[in-house]
């Protein structure tokens, strides 16, 4: 196969100007949650772009502008959309259901993101920069505004935003990366649940944060709880054994 011909730039011809700027921005995403920010390479994703160099420093000015760009067009969107369901007209657990479901259906569209954000936290936050932290902020400024609405409104129980957030968020980050892991563990038929989709997943922390929230008036009693056990396979804790008396049979008197 002929390699595409290049216009000056590097850019092969025929290529439009967003499509270069996306094909740089995949192909960079791919090398930051590989090998980090100080190992990714601008020669490799310039190979793996099909462009030259002076054409990834043409749109985004640096390798840390590059890497910026990145994180910007996966956590800005997210922002937005964390508002505008902070802005919508539902009950405050709709709201926080429909949080959850973005930020996982985000993060399993996106592979890429927990590997890179994984790396930040071990080089402490290194190659953030305020704007950056700023819309990573905007997620977890809209969590706190529904959690506020559904203590003021009766609905959640009172616990710090910060530890809702890193319930929800941390999770997420550890599940999705640790995804090759878990696929190392089907192929060797180890013994263990290891797959599970984005869906199973999103219904699992909704249920988990709805529990971690609800009033304590709303528990379920003890009762009810060794019911739901029963009934759900075991999600919740079982009811007591029956007493054994008299000559060992369940509640008969000897």
Not at 206 to 218: G, I, K, T, W, Y
């Amino acid at each position: 196969m002929k390699p595409a011909r290049r216009r000056r730039g590097g850019r092969p011809a025929g290529r439009a100007p967003g499509l270069t700027r996306q094909t740089i921005l995949a192909a960079a995403t791919r090398e930051f949650a590989a090998r980090g920010y100080a190992a990714a390479g601008v020669d490799r994703i310039a190979r793996e772009a099909a462009v030259n160099k002076a054409m990834i420093y043409y749109h985004f000015g640096s390798k840390a502008g590059l890497y910026r760009a990145i994180l910007r067009g996966l956590f800005e969107p997210a922002g937005d959309e964390a508002r505008a369901i902070v802005a919508s007209g539902r009950l405050p657990a709709e709201k926080l259901d429909a949080l959850v479901a973005m930020m996982t259906g985000r993060l399993f569209a996106h592979p890429e993101l927990p590997p890179i954000m994984m790396r930040e936290i071990a080089e402490g936050a290194r190659h953030l920069d305020p704007q950056m932290l700023r819309a990573m902020a905007a997620i977890y400024q809209s969590m706190a505004a529904v959690l506020r609405e559904g203590r003021r409104r009766g609905h959640f129980r009172d616990v710090r935003p910060l530890l809702v957030y890193f319930t929800l968020f941390a999770p997420l980050v550890v599940f999705v990366g640790a995804s090759p892991v878990r696929q190392a563990m089907s192929r060797l038929n180890v013994t263990g649940d290891w797959d599970c989709d984005a869906e199973t997943f999103r219904l699992h922390l909704q249920q988990v944060l709805r529990r971690l929230l609800m009033p304590v008036a709303a528990r379920p009693s003890s009762r009810s709880r060794g019911t739901a056990g029963r009934r759900s396979g075991g999600a919740l804790r079982p009811a007591p054994a029956r007493r054994r008396t008299g000559a060992g049979q369940p509640g008969r008197k000897s």
